[in-house]
Nanobody
Framework: QVQLVESGGGLVQAGGSLRLSCAAS????????MGWYRQAPGNQRELVAL???????VYADSVKGRFTIARDNTKNTVYLQMNSLEPMDTAVYYC?????????WGQGTQVTVSS
């Protein structure tokens, strides 16, 4: 059974930093791409960053230069380092992977950035 468990969210002032973690189980972690998505109230869920099995990364334009996605295959964990946070980054952040055509999501972690 695939499980994704996020942690690391919280309340931070604008300009601050947070690091999110997502621990995966039930999959051969190293062979799958992992992603971070976010959803703000009233908005659709949107891609924040992706990291492939090879380490190739993709970022949403809104977070380029501020956020960094990384993975540790020895810990089955993907991270999202978020720097220079802005109020517009306030959202629930979700970890995601797709295994054999099925998309799996974590429970989400709230990130709130105050101005």
């Amino acid at each position: 059974q695939v499980q994704l468990v996020e942690s690391g969210g919280g309340l931070v002032q604008a300009g601050g930093s947070l690091r999110l973690s997502c621990a995966a189980s039930g999959i051969t972690f190293s062979i799958y791409a992992m992603g971070w998505y976010r959803q703000a109230p009233g908005n659709q869920r949107e891609l924040v960053a992706l990291i492939g099995s090879s380490g190739h990364t993709v970022y949403a334009d809104s977070v380029k230069g501020r956020f960094t996605i990384a993975r540790d295959n020895t810990k089955n964990t993907v991270y999202l380092q978020m720097n220079s946070l802005e109020p517009m980054d306030t959202a629930v952040y979700y970890c995601n992977t797709r295994v054999l055509g099925t998309s799996y999501w974590g429970q989400g972690t709230q990130v709130t950035v105050s101005s």
